[in-house]
């Protein structure tokens, strides 16, 4: 016969967490761990977050065994106390009372050991567009092949399930170890952990593997120095970490200003779940964005290489990717088309691994047949890169940038406004890199002459606004043409005299 219990812990939610019952001198402790008495499948739980205890006389003793969320009673939190029937219990999200129950004899319990509880990722009771966006994450998130629009996305359906005021995805530079926030709602409302929490807090839930939760951040010590927490007025913060197959990549950060009620428990077990598709997605986006970049990393090498095959022509691939990026930056283009002008400026030249030495290095100007071959390295360029995706909007200048404004330019005799924007301003970039670098059979042309040579073609070879734009920008230009002076003058070891 065993002993009749007398305590229950019955949860608020009901039929969502299963009931713990104690008899007199029975102690359980609970937590995520397998260890625990009672195993409660919660990320807002510590892997051994309580312990109650039933004393000999009945009376009931709650002990928090170092959690990360704490353990509250009544709303308060305690690190030890006395509770007494009809208190309520808090650890993490998951929320019991006590009650008195009498049993005359374990065994003749329907319900068996409850020392094992386990709860369902969805929870019942929570409104229909909060289950619409969980169920619709795995599938719409792990079709995101760039990496900063998925971070947006993640946010964006973010916002139904917790409904915050701010949120952020944070992650982990895999070479310094910051927390880098790389997504913000609202956008710009903070550049750095420090301006909307607490490092020291959202290491200890990335270290804990722990949701971490503040329902009431003004009293809670965790945020007791995020003086940007007070300043903003914030009442519930929550940390989910974003975890990896290999570990921790991250966190997903909300809160919730006094205006608001604050976040529910169940909203936390939904960020929980949410969190874990996201990491999934999160994980697969940056290995794709770390292949992509190593590999746009060995094709800008390759580039250097060809370069460097004509030491007369050194560095030419990073001038024209400088020469174009000034001339973008003064016609006003969005900082996410740099990024593409850059790759563009930077492999323009790389079909020329495909035109024979004889050609290519020939020390005089080309007859017919040799132009024609060495014209084909923009296609030879096009083809190369036209299956790599990341590479897709960057092929127009590759293809383009010997186009010219009155259709006499190669390889697809394009005019005017038919031909790319990045294309025509790569164009002039190019061009001026030619008559400013030297060659064996011709010096570099001064920089007045460039200029003057660039305004006579304005509207026959050059697209009359990027004209406008390089007009804007002699003194950058400039600058990028005495550097590569000396780089040149460096790679050739003095066999010219450059002109200055």
């Not at 009809?86 to 929320?95: T, Y």
Request: net charge negative; proline share 4%; with cysteine.
């Amino acid at each position: 016969m065993a002993r009749a219990a007398n305590v229950r812990l019955r949860p608020i939610q009901d039929k969502v967490f299963a009931e713990i019952e104690l008899a007199p001198g029975e102690t359980k402790t609970i937590g995520r761990s397998t260890q625990a008495d009672v195993v409660v499948e919660d990320p807002s739980l510590s892997r051994q977050h309580a312990r109650i205890t039933v004393t000999s006389d009945g009376a009931a003793i709650i002990e928090d065994l170092g959690s990360t969320n704490g353990v509250f009673v009544n709303g308060a939190k305690r690190s030890s106390s006395k509770v007494a029937f009809g208190d309520r219990l808090m650890f993490g999200s998951v929320e019991y009372e006590l009650e008195k129950l009498e049993v005359a004899d374990e065994e003749d319990r329907s319900g068996g050991d409850r020392t094992f509880v386990r709860m369902p990722m969805v929870a019942t009771g929570v409104d229909k567009k909060a289950v619409e966006a969980l169920l619709a994450t795995s599938k719409e998130l792990m079709a995101f092949g760039d990496l900063q629009g998925l971070l947006d996305r993640v946010l964006d359906r973010l916002q139904p399930i917790l409904n915050p005021d701010r949120s952020a995805v944070i992650l982990i530079d895999k070479v310094t170890g910051d927390l880098l926030p790389r997504a913000v709602r609202p956008a710009g409302a903070y550049t750095s952990v420090s301006d909307f929490a607490s490092a020291t807090v959202v290491r200890q839930s990335l270290n804990a593997r722990e949701v971490l939760v503040a329902y009431d951040a003004r009293s809670d010590a965790r945020l007791a120095e995020a003086q940007s927490v007070l300043i903003a007025g914030v009442r519930s913060a929550l940390c989910v970490p974003l975890l990896g197959r290999a570990g921790p990549i991250g966190a997903l950060y909300a809160d919730q200003l006094i205006t608001k009620g604050g976040f529910t428990p169940d909203r936390v077990q939904y960020a929980s779940a949410f969190a874990a598709h996201a990491a999934a997605a999160l994980e697969t986006a940056q290995l794709y964005e770390d292949r992509e970049r190593h590999f746009r990393s060995t094709l800008e090498a390759l580039a250097k290489a060809i370069d460097a095959r004509d030491h007369y022509t050194a560095g030419h691939s990073e001038r024209v990717t400088k020469y174009t990026l000034a001339l973008a930056r003064a016609k006003g283009i969005k900082d996410e088309e740099l990024e593409i002008i850059r790759r563009a400026g930077m492999l323009h030249d790389i079909g020329k691994v495909g035109i024979p030495d004889n050609v290519l290095l020939k020390p005089g100007p080309l007859d017919p047949a040799e132009r024609k071959i060495m014209e084909s390295h923009v296609i030879v360029g096009y083809q190369m890169l036209e299956a790599l995706p990341f590479l897709t909007d960057a092929l127009p200048s590759v293809r383009g940038h010997h186009e010219r404004w009155d259709g006499q330019g190669y390889p697809d005799r394009l005019a005017g406004l038919d031909i790319h924007p990045h294309a025509r301003l790569m164009g002039v970039g190019d061009s001026f890199d030619a008559m400013t670098s030297a060659r064996p059979y011709r010096n570099a042309l001064p920089m007045e002459e460039a200029i003057r040579r660039v305004h006579n073609d304005r509207g026959k070879q050059f697209d009359p606004d990027a004209v406008d734009a390089f007009d804007q920008v002699h003194e950058e230009f400039n600058e990028i043409r005495v550097a590569g002076l000396e780089q040149v003058r460096i790679a050739t070891s003095g066999q010219f005299k450059a002109v200055k």
